[in-house]
């Protein structure tokens, strides 16, 4: 083995040891140890098979669910929606993401633009940031007005009020890491060129903000944290932990049974009866290189 060679293989080998590590998550914020890799998934493979069984129940029932994911940068949001996503279909269960609203929306009633992501009946939606941005990231840097989140404080309770008395089940997770935790994982991010796409000017900029996130997020439980839509605070330290915590919350919070389905059976090819294949050699292929 060449020396090139032997300092790509140690370099793959860092790489993976901080990506395992930032997966993991570290242990402050709780007792608990961190879950091995294959306890870890065989939970997991376990309560996916469960939220297929809930999906399906959904949409028997005609159920409207949308799950809003909150919590400063890097706490574990995004692998915690993909963890639940990946095994439904996305025509019954999608991801929300809104951008920066455009100049254009600026001008309208807040919730607006949320409003046409809301699910009929058999959809689930998940929130990743939410109308929660003006008690958040807005109210911290100014990008509202006081009076606008006065307003929102408002707003805000009797909204979900109306979309929980319109049918739809509103679950609301805030994703809680530790000062630690979240500069370790900033860190892993930016050694890592598959992850620094997710350390935006404004996730730097939090770090600097930290204590006037706290003060936001406190103001925000004050006024949001409702009967009919309480907020459920998820120890996102251990990653893995807290992505089972939430997914098993989730299938604890929806009632439902297993939906009867006919056995499959696979039928036979079509008989190719006077089809004709075209030459090979007119079609353009993808190069083979691996």
């Not at 901080?18 to 939970?43: H, L, N, V, W």
């Not at 911290?140 to 007005?145: L, P, Q």
Request: glycine share 4%; charged share 35%; with cysteine.
């Amino acid at each position: 083995m060449s020396k090139d060679e032997a300092k790509q293989k140690d370099k793959k080998k860092d790489k993976k040891r901080m990506g395992d590590a930032a997966e993991a998550g570290s242990t402050k914020g709780g007792d608990k140890p961190a879950i091995t890799s294959r306890e870890y998934e065989k939970e997991l493979a376990k309560l996916q098979i469960e939220l297929v069984m809930l999906q399906e129940w959904v949409k028997e029932k005609g159920l409207k669910i949308v799950m809003i994911f909150e919590g400063r940068d890097a706490a574990g949001k995004g692998g915690a929606i993909k963890r639940i996503t990946e095994c439904l279909n996305p025509r019954v269960c999608r991801v929300v993401a809104l951008p920066a609203p455009t100049e254009r929306e600026k001008t309208q009633w807040y919730f607006q633009r949320y409003v046409p992501h809301l699910p009929a009946a058999g959809e689930i939606v998940l929130l990743d940031r939410s109308w929660y941005n003006r008690a958040g990231v807005e109210r911290v840097m100014k990008f509202c007005t006081d009076t606008e989140y006065e307003e929102f404080q408002r707003t805000c309770p009797e909204f979900e009020r109306m979309l929980v008395r319109s049918g739809i089940i509103l679950l609301k997770y805030w994703f809680s890491v530790s000062d630690e935790e979240q500069e370790r994982r900033f860190q892993a991010r930016i050694g890592d060129p598959t992850k620094q796409w997710k350390l935006s000017p404004m996730d730097l900029e939090s770090r600097t903000r930290w204590f006037e996130y706290s003060i936001a997020k406190d103001e925000m439980f004050k006024f949001s944290d409702i009967k009919q839509a309480p907020w459920h605070v998820v120890n996102s330290d251990n990653k893995k932990r807290a992505r089972l915590n939430v997914i098993s919350h989730f299938l604890n919070s929806i009632p439902y049974k297993e939906v009867p389905r006919e056995k499959i059976k696979l039928p036979p090819r079509q008989d190719p009866t006077g089809y004709v294949r075209p030459p090979i050699s007119d079609q353009t292929f993808v190069p083979e290189k691996y």
